[in-house]
């Protein structure tokens, strides 16, 4: 994906330890997991779900960058591009 959304943090009941200023990143196939997840609310899922979820397993089978570029199926969300890399 070329960019990145925000990540929700919740805080920890025993803070974070001093010089400790990383922030949570998305996973880079978080949005097609999301895509899955709405497929079970949208109807019978025999037939709503296997889309999104081949999506969904190229996706993690994919290198970094290599994720499929297909439209999201019921998330409202511009498809991922591919960075083009000029060598």
């Not at 001093?18 to 949570?24: N, T, V």
């Not at 079970?40 to 899922?45: L, R, S």
Request: aromatic share 10%; glycine share 6%.
């Amino acid at each position: 994906m070329s960019e990145t959304r925000p990540v929700p943090r919740r805080e920890s009941p025993w803070g974070r330890p001093e010089g400790d200023h990383r922030e949570p990143k998305a996973h880079r196939c978080n949005d097609r997991a999301e895509d899955v997840i709405q497929a079970c609310f949208e109807g019978n899922p025999f037939k709503t779900v296997p889309g999104p979820f081949k999506l969904f397993w190229q996706c993690m089978r994919s290198k970094p960058g290599e994720e499929p570029t297909e439209p999201y199926t019921y998330l409202q969300l511009d498809p991922p591009t591919r960075e083009v890399k000029l060598e």
